[in-house]
């Protein structure tokens, strides 16, 4: 009877500390420095950065001028003037655009540099959430696996309890038995659990590019606050911070400014230049003649009007698609946006209905189970049952949580909102 007594007293300290660790408020510190960490290493991340700042220098060159065409020409036949045979000549041309392409030359630009710059936003939010739901992964494993070892103990003990009430022939054979079984099936489940855990590393250290990384640290427990989401105002949000659409309305004024600049070359371009002829010695003269100088002006004639009208044609397609495509993005993203709030709502109320519900109501039944079980009223397998029904709705707990906390994750992927 004493065995019994403490056995319980066991049981009940054991599950409350179960109950106890899930709902403790963690300190996510080593989650931000993931966090970090994959911003300054990813190669992705990198790869978009550095196409944004390339396209963000390039405005000035886009704006800028031309160079200026410098031409050297030698008469191989001297050409005789009143003042001097005409040797060579140096000539010096810099063409300019017509009156406004230069803008909408850097206009395209800067709007070809915000695409680049929101691209790398998007990378950014879906890398944060990438570490994050790997992260979050990682713990509910690490729950899962503390859970069933804290089972598989439990069980073991009970094996004792059994072998000591077998020894005084109060029990039969069959209980031992199933106890054996449940603590292999807890091996196996403990077997699986680790190697799960080796291909959310591998990805682990694929997001923050660091192949050396042998474990990832995550607390015992998630910091987290049940709250209500209001659809009209995310929606809102999405529609004036979310990367997509603000690149994507970008990318459209871009296009305009293409159809602008297309239109623009039915107009012709100038050159403005000056030319020095060099002239020699006049035939019986000692005096070189004068070198004249010759201003320049050369301009563009557009006469392929075909050409053209093509390319403001293919302008104004390219202006269209790119239209069409902002709106299938917002579409997109309201079907996101309505999967994330369902995994919200849904998760918010597994959470509730297993913390404040069944979690309790396992206990209670376990506690009942215990008490039949000492006075041979159920079997064994009855009050394994009870315990294994309590294991799972933890378990489903900690996945409430975690699901939780990947849907809010994912609403600031949408929203623009970083994290941390």
């Given at each position: 009877?004493?065995?019994?007594?403490?056995?319980?007293?066991?049981?009940?300290?054991?599950?409350?500390?179960?109950?106890?660790?899930?709902?403790?408020?963690?300190?996510?510190?080593?989650?931000?420095?993931?966090?970090?960490?994959?911003?300054?290493?990813?190669?992705?991340?990198?790869?978009?950065?550095?196409?944004?700042?390339?396209?963000?220098?390039?405005?000035?060159?886009?704006?800028?001028?031309?160079?200026?065409?410098?031409?050297?020409?030698?008469?191989?036949?001297?050409?005789?003037?009143?003042?001097?045979?005409?040797?060579?000549k140096i000539g010096l041309m810099q063409k300019f655009p017509f009156l406004g392409k230069r803008k909408l030359q850097g206009k395209i630009q800067a709007s070809k540099a915000e695409t680049f710059y929101f691209n790398y936003v998007v990378h950014q939010l879906k890398l944060d959430h990438?570490?994050?739901?790997?992260?979050?992964?990682?713990?509910?494993?690490?729950?899962?696996?503390?859970?069933?070892?804290?089972?598989?103990?439990?069980?073991?003990?009970?094996?004792?309890?059994?072998?000591?009430?077998?020894?005084?022939?109060?029990?039969?054979?069959?209980?031992?038995?199933?106890?054996?079984?449940?603590?292999?099936?807890?091996?196996?489940?403990?077997?699986?659990?680790?190697?799960?855990?080796?291909?959310?590393l591998e990805r682990f250290r694929t997001l923050v590019n660091d192949p050396s990384m042998t474990d990832i640290v995550v607390p015992d427990s998630l910091a987290f606050e049940l709250g209500k989401s209001d659809k009209s105002i995310i929606q809102r949000q999405i529609l004036k911070n979310n990367p997509n659409i603000l690149g994507v309305k970008a990318a459209i004024e871009m296009e305009r400014a293409k159809v602008k600049r297309s239109k623009l070359n039915r107009m012709p371009d100038f050159g403005?230049?000056?030319?020095?002829?060099?002239?020699?010695?006049?035939?019986?003269?000692?005096?070189?003649?004068?070198?004249?100088?010759?201003?320049?002006?050369?301009?563009?004639?557009?006469?392929?009007?075909?050409?053209?009208?093509?390319?403001?044609?293919?302008?104004?397609?390219?202006?269209?698609?790119?239209?069409?495509?902002?709106?299938?993005?917002?579409?997109?993203?309201?079907?996101?946006?309505?999967?994330?709030?369902?995994?919200?709502?849904?998760?918010?109320?597994?959470?509730?209905?297993?913390?404040?519900?069944?979690?309790?109501?396992?206990?209670?039944?376990?506690?009942?189970?215990?008490?039949?079980?000492?006075?041979?009223?159920?079997?064994?397998?009855?009050?394994?049952?009870?315990?294994?029904?309590?294991?799972?709705?933890?378990?489903?707990?900690?996945?409430?949580?975690?699901?939780?906390?990947?849907?809010?994750?994912?609403?600031?992927?949408?929203?623009?909102?970083?994290?941390?």
């Open positions: 009877m004493n065995l019994f007594i403490r056995q319980q007293n066991h049981i009940k300290s054991l599950i409350i500390l179960m109950i106890s660790s899930t709902t403790l408020m963690a300190f996510q510190g080593d989650l931000d420095i993931y966090i970090q960490k994959a911003r300054e290493n990813n190669p992705s991340l990198k790869r978009a950065k550095t196409q944004w700042q390339s396209a963000e220098v390039n405005i000035a060159a886009a704006k800028g001028l031309s160079n200026p065409t410098v031409s050297v020409g030698y008469f191989l036949e001297s050409v005789e003037t009143a003042a001097g045979p005409q040797q060579y990438a570490v994050r739901s790997t992260w979050y992964d990682y713990y509910y494993l690490a729950r899962v696996t503390e859970l069933t070892v804290q089972n598989f103990k439990l069980i073991q003990n009970w094996d004792g309890v059994i072998r000591s009430k077998y020894v005084t022939a109060r029990t039969g054979h069959p209980d031992l038995i199933k106890t054996q079984i449940e603590l292999i099936q807890l091996e196996d489940e403990l077997s699986t659990l680790e190697n799960k855990k080796k291909p959310i403005l230049g000056v030319e020095l002829i060099g002239t020699g010695e006049k035939d019986g003269s000692s005096v070189s003649g004068k070198d004249p100088l010759v201003a320049k002006l050369s301009i563009d004639i557009p006469i392929w009007i075909r050409k053209t009208n093509s390319e403001i044609t293919s302008a104004n397609y390219t202006l269209t698609g790119t239209e069409a495509r902002a709106e299938s993005i917002q579409n997109e993203l309201r079907s996101e946006l309505e999967m994330v709030l369902f995994d919200l709502d849904e998760s918010s109320r597994q959470i509730r209905l297993y913390k404040d519900i069944l979690i309790p109501k396992g206990l209670e039944s376990l506690s009942a189970s215990e008490i039949a079980y000492r006075g041979d009223k159920i079997e064994f397998i009855s009050l394994v049952d009870a315990q294994r029904r309590l294991l799972q709705f933890q378990m489903k707990y900690e996945k409430a949580v975690v699901d939780y906390l990947k849907a809010k994750s994912k609403l600031s992927v949408l929203t623009g909102e970083k994290q941390s």
